[in-house]
């Protein structure tokens, strides 16, 4: 999963977390990951000289957590 955002100076993102959290959940909602808690790594990135490692954990709860390392590009607070 790749985000591009041109518009705002962002030519690509080559590793996404978020975009990689969305993922996970598809896969779980399709059937596509074992029931009860599921683990797998995702990697992207390596063919643009950004070879990044994200882990993808998704737990009976449903809650599913995404780690590695990472720069913030972007901070803020949404209010509902």
Do not use: K
């Not at 074992?34 to 063919?47: F, I, K, N, P, T």
């Amino acid at each position: 999963m790749r985000s591009f955002v041109p518009s705002q100076g962002i030519a690509e993102d080559p590793v996404c977390g978020s975009g990689n959290g969305s993922v996970a959940a598809f896969r779980r909602e399709r059937g596509l990951l074992a029931a009860g808690h599921a683990e797998y790594v995702a990697r992207q990135g390596r063919c643009v000289g950004r070879d990044g490692i994200v882990r993808v954990t998704l737990e009976p709860s449903g809650e599913i957590w995404i780690g590695g390392a990472c720069v913030t590009a972007v901070e803020g607070v949404l209010h509902a």
